[in-house]
């Protein structure tokens, strides 16, 4: 069956770089596009980023001010999320989902893993 297992999320500080990785298996990587996404409790879950299915194009929103980076590594079925200079507004639970497009919602993926933590620490 198709899996998204999310990894390296771990409690961090301000200022700090955290690198979220996605294993993909189930399904044929190449042909789907990636995203990211982040929830907080009584929060919609917010776009991160994405990426096609052959790596040429990223999409990330305005918002994250060019902090964040997402890459794929179509051989070994991984997809990272390096996020930079963190601040306590991305202390969130991050999720990877594959679909068939590059968007911002999450309608549009159709697998799901089961997330990764970043927490801040006080």
């Known amino acids: 069956q198709v899996q998204l297992v999310e990894s390296g999320g771990r409690l961090v500080q301000a200022g700090d770089s955290v690198r979220l990785s996605c294993a993909v298996s189930g399904l044929r990587f190449s042909s789907y596009a990636v995203g990211w996404f982040r929830q907080t409790p009584g929060k919609e879950r917010e776009f991160v980023a994405a990426?096609?299915?052959?790596?040429?194009?990223?999409y990330f929103p305005s918002s994250m001010n060019g902090r964040f980076t997402i890459s794929r590594d179509n051989a070994k079925n991984m997809v990272h999320l390096l996020l930079n200079n963190l601040n306590p507004e991305d202390a969130a639970a991050y999720y990877c989902?594959?679909?068939?497009?590059?968007?911002?919602?999450?309608?549009?993926?159709?697998?799901w893993g089961q997330g990764t933590q970043v927490t801040m620490s006080s």
């Open positions: 989902a594959a679909g068939s497009r590059p968007t911002n919602k999450p309608s549009s993926y159709d697998y």
């Open positions: 990426i096609s299915f052959s790596g040429d194009s990223t």
